[in-house]
């Protein structure tokens, strides 16, 4: 007798706990208590009030002292009706984001629960949604992306999609979506890409514009990246396919179609003057710190700024006098081409003071003060000394570098010690011969700096300059030329960089927002004041050789009743010249920029004075006329310096030069007394004697000066000729380009 079929005794078990009909009834009580608790959250859930983003709140952007700089926000959203939309730029949103919108009951089953499964899951967000529910989500609801919030946008998507009209849900979902640009709605879009009204749109801008709200950031052409165009473009061919897949475009007319690249970016209308560049850098300064651009945007933000308001007016009035009223912006091609930008810091504190972006934001939008596109030329050589100073550095002889190291200051000398040839000319052409680093810094003498950057190392030169503030470490060349200032820097760098040379060493990050303040949180700033980057002696010295600059160099110009130091600059091809300077309490960087009407960089030469626009003459005027207001006619105050006090003097001259200079040490003291009158260049004062220990030299004659190339007279034999900065135009080849 065989054993049971244990097998089939166990199926006929399981046959009758689960067999079809228990398994159907099962599932109908399922559904029937799943579609009871979707009616319950149907019945329960009401269409809200619209949200607080939906009507959005302006930000506003107060000076230091309270007083209200600018409104924004509440300008940049216009609703309009779907009859004032072509009719084809209406499928072009319905093409991008949801073709069976008009026949869909408001939702999309499978896409939503693919979206909120991945929102349970932690995969991040994904989209899924119908038209009505991202109108819903605008329109009434946050943009949270959590199950209940996904679960309460399909059911008010289903009420709202029998309640209101399509027309209506495809107008709403229009005029509540973000484009970037600060553009909410179709009307704020159209007039910030392309220039028109909603109206005026055709079907291609409309495309593009639909295309955007899957990424309106990485989406706008004008800041996308390469990766962004691409897929832009491809999300653009993709709406016009889906339009003609769908009869709402013939097809010959999508073919002749071509993609309609937006105009640069606009300020919103009351950004005019000085107010859009510097509300557009304090925004730019949250994200940085933070702050989403999406929080920005939706406003209610309260932001007091760094800007005091009497001297953001000095400023600009010192741009006024001393460069705007001599140009012809509108009767002279050349004149019209000429940018300026400036920026003032506080050294003690690093804020912002002011800031000049340019003509104005509403007539040239991108921000001079901020820009990074142009060199800062010879601004750069005091760098090149901070390095030197800072670690120590020899020449090639194995004289320890300081002010009164003697270098061969010839023009077109080859430097030593490089696997790079470079042989910078000076300004002018001119052999200064046998000169101390103090004299070459108050000349600006290219061939001292140039060999100095390799005795010092262009990567130590570099890491000083980041660690001083400069940005963009990619774009410096680290060559000899580097010491030239052939990278790209703003005024705000410059005078941050600056700033912490006036501040000993100690970083100074140039801040222009004090306080951020939303109605449900507080945005606390980074401390602008940071720890020691180089040494106090190193960046006390260089501030001494910089006095001797103003005093007696080629930024005379910017002298007056206070104790300054400064360094001129002017770039290669004459397309910008600098003056930054500073006193004990205020830093700024002055810039001018050659500019054309297509953005590209032009030579300043014979625009606002004959010859070449030296950083010794406008930006250095500029700058002396604004300190002079900013310190409320000149100041008391003095540089509390901790260093040496040897200053140099010019050596004897060698009857045969080298290639390296002599080893004489200099025995006077620098000059520390002000220039009283700010129109007139100041002497040098007195020598003191030598101490015991140190050889005394003697000051040759000031060598035989050649005509400047700007035409004007040279100055007083006791004061240096203007900026010998520039690289020249036919020198070596070892600079980067621009």
């Known amino acids: 007798m065989g054993r049971p079929d244990t097998s089939k005794a166990k199926k006929r078990g399981l046959r009758r706990f689960f067999s079809w009909k228990k398994l159907l009834g099962t599932f109908f009580v399922f559904c029937l208590l799943a579609m009871g608790a979707l009616y319950v959250v149907y019945v329960m859930v009401p269409v809200p009030s619209a949200n ?50 008009y026949e869909d009951n408001g939702v999309d ?125 491809e999300r653009w061919n993709y ?77 600009v009035k010192a741009v006024d006098r001393q460069l705007e009223a001599k140009l012809d912006r509108k009767g002279d091609k050349k004149d019209a081409t000429v940018q300026a930008g400036a920026t003032s810091v506080d050294p003690k504190t690093g804020a912002v003071v002011a800031m000049y972006g340019g003509v104005g934001a509403t007539q040239h939008w991108t921000s001079n003060a901020t820009r990074r596109d142009y060199q800062p030329a010879s601004t750069f050589k005091p760098i090149v000394l901070a390095t030197a100073l800072d670690t120590g550095a020899d020449t090639q002889d194995g004289r320890e570098i300081g002010l009164g190291t003697v270098y061969d200051g010839d023009s077109r000398r080859q430097v030593v010690g490089s696997d790079i040839p470079f042989a910078p000319e000076n300004e002018d052409d001119e052999d200064y011969g046998p000169v101390t680093v103090q004299k070459a810094t108050n000349s ?92 106090r002696e190193a960046a006390d010295t260089v501030t001494k050789a910089m006095q001797g600059v103003v005093q007696s160099g080629s930024g005379f110009r910017a002298a007056g009743d206070y104790e300054a130091a400064g ?69 008391d105050a003095s540089f509390d310096l901790e260093t040496d006090s040897w200053a140099p003097t010019e050596p004897n001259p060698e009857p045969t030069r080298t290639t390296e200079a002599p080893t004489q040490e200099p025995t006077t003291q620098a000059p520390t007394s002000r220039a009283p009158d700010p129109t007139r260049p100041p002497t040098t004062t007195a020598t003191t004697p030598p101490e015991p220990t140190r050889d005394p030299v003697t000051t040759p004659p000031e060598p035989t000066r050649k005509p400047t190339a700007t035409g004007e007279p040279s100055p007083p034999p006791s004061i240096e000729p203007p900026d010998a900065g520039p690289e020249p135009e036919d020198g070596p080849t070892s600079r980067v380009p621009r």
């Open 239 to 315: 709406v016009l396919d889906n339009m003609v897949g769908e009869g709402w475009l013939p097809a010959d007319e999508r073919a002749a179609m071509k993609f309609p690249v937006p105009q640069k970016p606009r300020p919103a209308p009351g950004m005019e003057g000085q107010t859009g560049y510097i509300v557009e850098a304090a925004n730019q300064e949250l994200m940085r710190q933070g702050v989403s651009e999406e929080d920005i945007k939706a406003g209610g933000w309260t932001i007091t700024l760094n800007i005091d308001e009497k001297r953001q007016n000095a400023l």
């Open 444 to 535: 600006s003498i290219n061939s001292v700096f140039a060999q100095m950057i390799v005795d010092v190392g262009a990567g130590a030169t570099k890491k000083t300059a980041l660690a001083l503030g400069m940005k963009d470490g990619a774009d410096f060349g680290e060559t000899p030329a580097m010491s030239l200032g052939t990278m790209g820097a703003s005024t705000l760098d410059m005078a941050g960089v600056y700033a912490t040379l006036d501040n000993h060493g100690k970083k100074v990050t140039p801040t222009l927002v004090k306080a951020a303040s939303h109605k449900d949180r507080v945005h606390e700033p980074l401390n602008a004041i940071g720890e020691q980057v180089i040494s």
């Open 567 to 635: 360094k001129t600059g002017t770039s290669e091809n004459n397309r910008s010249a600098w003056f930054v300077g500073y006193t004990p309490e205020l830093v700024t960087a002055v810039g001018l920029f050659g500019e054309d009407t297509k953005g590209n960089q032009v030579t300043l030469t014979d625009t606002i004075n004959p010859g070449r626009a030296n950083g010794g003459r406008t930006p250095a005027q500029i700058w002396g006329d604004y300190t002079t207001s900013a310190l409320g006619g000149g100041s």
């Open 52 to 101: 607080a983003e939906a009507t959005m709140q302006s930000n506003t952007y107060r000076y230091a002292n309270g007083k209200v700089l600018a409104q924004t926000g509440e300008i940049n959203r216009e609703i309009v009706g779907l009859e004032k939309i072509p009719e084809k730029v209406q499928k072009a949103f319905v093409a991008a984001e949801n073709k069976t919108f």
């Open 109 to 233: 089953i499978k896409g939503t629960t693919r979206a909120a499964w991945s929102t349970i899951t932690g995969k991040g967000k994904q989209g899924g949604s119908t038209i009505t529910q991202q109108y819903v989500k605008n329109f009434y609801l946050s943009q949270d992306q959590t199950a209940t919030r996904k679960l309460k946008e399909m059911v008010i998507a289903i009420k709202v999609d029998q309640e209101t009209a399509k027309s209506d849900i495809l107008a709403g979902y229009m005029n509540t979506s973000y484009y970037g640009r600060s553009a909410y709605g179709i009307q704020a879009a159209a007039r910030s890409y392309y220039g028109v009204d909603a109206t005026r749109l055709t079907t291609a801008q409309g495309a593009y514009l639909a295309s955007l709200l899957q990424a309106p950031n990485q989406y706008d052409w004008s800041s996308a990246s390469a990766t962004g165009r691409k897929l832009v473009e």
